[in-house]
C-alpha cells in the first residue's frame, strides 16, 4: 500500500490543482456551497463535472445531464476492463467501492506495474492499487473544498482551467517513454483537437478509443515476427 502511495503521489499535485478548479467551476456555475460539497462526494470526476456544470446552468433535462457525463467517463469503462483480471476473486460490493474511488492516474500507475504481471489478482497487487487511490480521493476532496470555499473570490478572468490541463500534461509526460505510448498520446491528441467541437464531449470517448488502438496497433507492429 506505501508503495502505491509513493508511486501515485507525483501525480497528486495535478490532481490537486484540478480539484481546485473544479471546486470553483461548481460556485461559478451556480451551486450554493452545500450543493457542490454534495456533488463532489458523489460523482468525483472532474470531467463529468464539468461537462455537467453548463447543462445545469442552462437548465438541460435531467436525462441529458446524465448522458453527458456518462459519455465523458465512458472511458472508465475500458479502465474497467482492463483490471478486471485483477479484481475478479473479490465480491462485487468491493468492486464496486474500487471502481468509485477510481482515477485516470491510479489506472496508468498501478498497469505500468502489473500490466504483464505472470499472475493477477495478488494481495500485493490490490494493496498496491489501494494506495494509489485512497490518497487520491483524500487529495481531491480536500482542494474541491478549497476550490469552492475560492469559488466567490476568484475572478473568471484567471482562466484556472488552462493552469490544470498543464499540470495535467507535466503529470502524464513522464509516462511516454515508449514507441506505443507516444503513438496513443499523438493519436489522442489529434483526435481530441479535430474533434472539439463535437457535442456532450463526445470527442473525449473518441480520443481514448483511437489513442488506444493506435497504441495496439503500433505494438503488434513492434512485435518480432515469429519464424516458422
Given at each position: 500500500?506505501?508503495?502505491?502511495?509513493r508511486?501515485?503521489?507525483?501525480?497528486?499535485i495535478?490532481l490537486?490543482?484540478?480539484g481546485?478548479?473544479?471546486?470553483v467551476?461548481?460556485?461559478?456555475a451556480?451551486?450554493?456551497e452545500?450543493q457542490a460539497?454534495?456533488?463532489?462526494l458523489?460523482?468525483y470526476?472532474?470531467s463529468a463535472?464539468?461537462?455537467?456544470?453548463?447543462l445545469?446552468?442552462?437548465?438541460?433535462?435531467?436525462?441529458?445531464?446524465?448522458?453527458?457525463?456518462?459519455?465523458?467517463?465512458l472511458?472508465f469503462?475500458?479502465?474497467?476492463?482492463?483490471?478486471h483480471?485483477?479484481?475478479?476473486?473479490?465480491?462485487?460490493r468491493?468492486?464496486?467501492?474500487?471502481g468509485?474511488l477510481?482515477?485516470?492516474?491510479s489506472?496508468?500507475?498501478?498497469?505500468?506495474?502489473?500490466a504483464?504481471?505472470p499472475?493477477?489478482g495478488?494481495?500485493?497487487?490490490?494493496w498496491?492499487?489501494v494506495?494509489?487511490?485512497?490518497?487520491?480521493?483524500v487529495i481531491?476532496?480536500a482542494?474541491?473544498m478549497i476550490?469552492i470555499?475560492?469559488?466567490?473570490?476568484?475572478?473568471v478572468?484567471?482562466s484556472?482551467?488552462f493552469?490544470?490541463?498543464?499540470?495535467?500534461?507535466?503529470?502524464?509526460?513522464p509516462?511516454?517513454?515508449?514507441?506505443?505510448?507516444f503513438?496513443?498520446v499523438v493519436?489522442?491528441?489529434?483526435?481530441?483537437?479535430?474533434t472539439?467541437?463535437?457535442p456532450?464531449?463526445?470527442?473525449?470517448?473518441?480520443?481514448?478509443v483511437i489513442?488506444?488502438?493506435?497504441g495496439?496497433?503500433v505494438?503488434?507492429?513492434?512485435?518480432?515476427?515469429?519464424?516458422n
Amino acid at each position: 500500500m506505501l508503495d502505491g502511495m509513493r508511486a501515485v503521489s507525483p501525480g497528486l499535485i495535478a490532481l490537486a490543482i484540478w480539484g481546485v478548479v473544479t471546486g470553483v467551476a461548481m460556485v461559478k456555475a451556480g451551486l450554493s456551497e452545500q450543493q457542490a460539497v454534495v456533488m463532489s462526494l458523489l460523482v468525483y470526476a472532474g470531467s463529468a463535472q464539468l461537462t455537467a456544470l453548463p447543462l445545469m446552468a442552462a437548465g438541460a433535462p435531467l436525462w441529458l445531464i446524465f448522458a453527458a457525463g456518462i459519455i465523458v467517463n465512458l472511458r472508465f469503462l475500458i479502465f474497467g476492463a482492463a483490471l478486471h483480471p485483477f479484481f475478479r476473486d473479490l465480491s462485487w460490493r468491493k468492486r464496486l467501492f474500487l471502481g468509485y474511488l477510481s482515477v485516470d492516474i491510479s489506472f496508468i500507475v498501478f498497469m505500468s506495474r502489473y500490466a504483464d504481471a505472470p499472475k493477477k489478482g495478488t494481495f500485493e497487487q490490490h494493496w498496491f492499487f489501494v494506495g494509489t487511490i485512497l490518497p487520491a480521493w483524500v487529495i481531491w476532496q480536500a482542494t474541491s473544498m478549497i476550490g469552492i470555499a475560492l469559488g466567490a473570490i476568484v475572478p473568471v478572468s484567471w482562466s484556472l482551467e488552462f493552469g490544470a490541463v498543464l499540470a495535467l500534461m507535466a503529470m502524464m509526460i513522464p509516462y511516454v517513454t515508449s514507441r506505443p505510448v507516444f503513438a496513443s498520446v499523438v493519436a489522442s491528441g489529434v483526435t481530441a483537437w479535430l474533434t472539439q467541437l463535437w457535442p456532450l464531449r463526445l470527442g473525449l470517448l473518441a480520443a481514448v478509443v483511437i489513442g488506444i488502438a493506435a497504441g495496439m496497433w503500433v505494438e503488434m507492429r513492434s512485435r518480432p515476427k515469429v519464424q516458422n
